[in-house]
């Protein structure tokens, strides 16, 4: 609780056994970019701040600021009144641990993310800002990438067009709200 991690990655490597672990950072920050340069600007844009590579985690992120994160694709994830921020809405903010994997199941509250996602299972997105798109010549699919449609909502959010997500309740943009971004 209340910790500032900064110059490094914070990791969970995979273990022997299949035993669960369970990670809760509350009120912390870890740096996006790893650490900021006398300008504030990040010194490794992009970069990780957490990376999860144990299959049977769970990951719970309470009032966090946080770079992206790169969650082992059989993993959870519970993010609530959090920020994730990649620098830029077209880097990526989440995803699995190989390049082009998912990311772990997400539950999401009360957050804002900067960047582009690829989700296993978003089992609920709630009051969240999601600003992300797609670069040009961008090979993701989406700049909200959920693989698993059929179950979860996103709800009360903020969603770029051209997501492939679960079924939305009162998101916008919609009809009668049109993209602004």
């Known amino acids: 609780e209340g910790l500032v991690i900064s110059g490094g990655q914070l990791r969970m490597v995979a273990a022997a056994d299949d035993e669960p672990r369970e990670v809760v950072l509350r009120h912390c920050t870890l740096v996006p970019g790893l650490a900021l340069q006398p300008d504030g600007g990040a010194t490794a844009p992009g970069t990780p701040s957490l990376a999860v ?10 009032q ?4 992206p994160l790169q969650i082992e694709t059989d993993a959870i994830v519970h993010l ?3 920020i994730v921020d990649a ?3 077209e880097a990526i903010a989440f995803e699995g641990r190989v390049a082009g994997e998912p990311g772990a199941e997400m ?13 296993r299972l978003m089992t609920l997105a709630s009051d ?11 090979t993701w699919k989406a700049p909200l990438w959920v693989d ?3 179950d979860g909502c996103v709800r009360f959010s903020f969603v770029p067009s051209g997501s492939l997500v679960p079924r939305r309740f009162r998101c916008v943009p919609d009809d009668r ?5």
């Open 107 to 119: 539950t999401i509250q009360d957050s804002t993310v900067i960047g582009k996602m690829h989700v």
């Open 148 to 150: 698993r449609k059929q």
């Open 87 to 89: 620098g830029s809405p």
């Open 64 to 67: 966090c600021i946080v770079g």
């Open 128 to 138: 969240t800002i999601f600003f992300a798109r797609l670069a040009v010549g961008d």
């Open 177 to 181: 709200h049109p993209d602004v971004l």
């Open 80 to 82: 609530t009144d959090c």
């Open 53 to 62: 590579a144990h299959p049977f985690a769970t990951i719970r992120l309470e």
